[in-house]
């Protein structure tokens, strides 16, 4: 049986606060391949207590650089599985970027596809301050960054089989 649980915003962002600067050397650096945004976003949800999804092609999981779903380190396809996942791990919504909240992630967007993900480590006034790797940042406020298109995903929280 499945069981829904809040994920641990306070560990997700403490978590956020210690990499945002550094690369955690337990999982691979991918500036070098496409960007590290979206593997430093999946180790905060994971620090946070979601628990990782196995499923073949679908899920979301990393067990090394060769061994990991492509949710982990994909902006479109950690959307499409946070969106979609009625398994377990970490689950969410889209929402109005003026409801986002401390630990809900936002991804920013060209005309042609969304390329960033970050973190939201605090709300102040309304505007969200977040978290991320690639342009390395820890309370910067989203006002910061140039993007056409935006899009918040309001973390529920996840799921896990009951022991």
Request: aromatic fraction near 14%; hydrophobic fraction near 35%.
């Amino acid at each position: 049986m499945l069981i829904e649980y809040p994920l641990d915003i306070s560990a997700e962002i403490a978590y956020a606060k210690k990499w945002a600067y550094s690369r955690n050397p337990a999982y691979y650096n991918f500036d070098k391949n496409g960007g590290d945004c979206t593997n430093f976003i999946s180790q905060c949800l994971y620090a946070g207590g979601a628990v990782m999804n196995y499923t073949p092609d679908i899920g979301w999981y990393y067990n090394s650089p060769d061994d990991r779903a492509a949710a982990w380190t994909s902006v479109e396809y950690l959307n499409k599985f946070l969106i979609n996942n009625k398994d377990i791990g970490p689950f969410g919504k889209t929402v109005p970027l003026s409801e986002a909240k401390k630990g809900d992630l936002i991804q920013l967007g060209n005309e042609e596809r969304f390329y960033h993900s970050l973190l939201v480590v605090d709300v102040r006034n309304g505007i969200p301050y977040i978290a991320a790797h690639m342009n390395n940042a820890f309370e910067i406020p989203l006002t910061l960054y140039e993007y056409e298109q935006v899009r918040c995903i309001h973390i529920l929280g996840a799921r896990k089989y009951a022991s």
